[in-house]
Every structure is written in C-alpha cells, then in structure tokens.
C-alpha cells in the first residue's frame, strides 16, 4: 500500500511542476540619470537600458528575468555607448525574480530595484568599468513629490578603462524609470 501512495504522490508533484505558465513578453527597461539627479529639468547624463527576456517562472505572477544585454551610454556631445551580453549572474540561475502583480502584463514600476551588476562593457575603441543597481526608493514627504512618473533610486559607479577617476560616484540617487518597449 505505501508503494501505491509513493507512486501517486510522485505523479502529483511532476503534474503540478509542469504547469506552464505563459510569459510576458520580452521588454527593453531604459534608466535615466539626470545631471542633476533630482531635477528633470537637466540634461540625461547617462542612460542604462536592460534588455530583459522573460525565462522562467514560479507561477503566474513569480517572474524570473533574463538580462540579456546592458546597455550604458554617456549622453555627453558624443553619445558614447558600451554593451556587455548577460552582465548579471547569481548562485542559482542567473534570472532577476519580480513578483509582479499581474506576470502578464508587468508594470513600469515593478522593475525599479534592478539587481547588483559589474563588470566591464565594451564598444569599439574603449572599455567600460561598471557597478549598476537599484536600491528602494524613499518618496519625499508631502507635499513634495518623486521627481519623474517613474522613480528609481540608483547606485551606479561607471570608469572608462584609462582615464584617471570614475565618472560617477556610487551614490543612491533617483533615476527616470522608462519601459522602452520590446527589444
């Protein structure tokens, strides 16, 4: 009798490990750093841009995120940009995991802390040093307001590989927050 329990129990559990759960589509999430970080009025310094593919999930709202490219650009008079392929990795399985209200249709503000990142991005004539992440955001008291729709508090540190200092410093400081759509 044990045996036939053992083989039921076993059935049950693979059914339920293969319940499929549809993904949200693949999405480009675009973080804006403004020379002054608090003031939308000034000129974006830098933009990190994630291109994020949907790749596993925990059940419908349990998303795990595959960061298949970072994307830095200092929007100075060049607009100079370095990209590094599948920049995040962690022990288990490399996916940054949202539990999202609805993992059909994820929100804008759903991807505002994005995990740890480092490492070096590169372009045709120069590398990159960088350290990316977002921290929770602590909205001002009223009657004060977050400084964009779409606020992300930012701790970033980026170093063009020979140039003598950093060209920012690792700070929490907000960032615009845009969903740029599909990659």
Known sequence: MSVTRSLCALTLTGLFASQAWALPADRTISYKIHETPSDPQTAVDWTVELDLKAASSKGANDIGWEIQEIRIT????????????????????????????????????????????????????????YEFEGTLYTPPAPPQQPPYPTTASLCYLFHVVGDPDPEEEETDQPGEVDDAGDP
């Open 74 to 129: 200092d929007e100075g008079t060049q607009a100079v940009e370095w990209c590094e392929v599948n920049p995040y990795s962690n022990p288990s399985d490399n996916l940054w995991w949202l539990a999202h209200a609805d993992g059909n249709n994820p929100t804008i503000d759903e991807f505002t802390e994005p995990p740890l990142m480092t490492g070096t991005a590169t372009n045709a004539t120069s590398d990159l040093d």
